[in-house]
């Protein structure tokens, strides 16, 4: 992947999952600047907002890395706060709460971690998907159109 086609991956992939929302009936607010974690909102009904944060991995990195998310950053446990990963090469989503991360991240046999130590202390990190890009079954309930309702 060139730099030019590396430095744009992430907002084209961002535009991609934001046009998917779009397209599931969402009413989708772009952030113009990402500096705290938001990608865009969602606005649910007239009190109710979603913060969301996308992440993608992309179909040339590491077989074993294509369903693996690092360095998530969560300040605080929010109900509101939810993270949208992409694995281009299964072409898959998954839509999961903030909480959920922080929760699976203290039992056993997850996949979701904490860091506890080193320059990435305090943050997060998921593997949906296998070291062969395989769909892990614990996350069933946040991939694709069941994850997508969650959010509603």
């Not at 202390?121 to 997508?148: H, I, T």
Request: with cysteine; proline share 3%.
């Amino acid at each position: 992947m060139s730099y030019r086609d590396s430095a744009s991956y992430g907002k084209r992939q961002e535009f991609k999952a934001i046009a998917k929302l779009l397209e599931l009936g969402f009413d989708v607010y772009s952030t113009l600047v990402d500096d705290q974690g938001i990608d865009c909102v969602i606005r649910i009904d007239s009190k109710r907002y979603l913060d969301i944060q996308i992440k993608a991995r992309s179909k040339t990195c590491s077989l074993k890395n294509r369903g693996y998310f690092p360095l998530l950053s969560i300040k605080e446990k929010n109900d509101n706060y939810f993270f949208v990963f992409y694995s281009e090469m299964i072409d898959t989503y998954w839509v999961i709460p903030s909480s959920d991360i922080m929760r699976m991240a203290h039992e056993d046999k997850t996949n979701v971690s904490l860091n506890k130590n080193g320059t990435n202390a305090g943050k997060y990190a998921a593997r949906v998907a296998g070291n062969n890009c395989n769909p892990l079954p614990q996350f069933d309930k946040y991939k694709n159109e069941k994850g997508f309702a969650l959010l509603k």
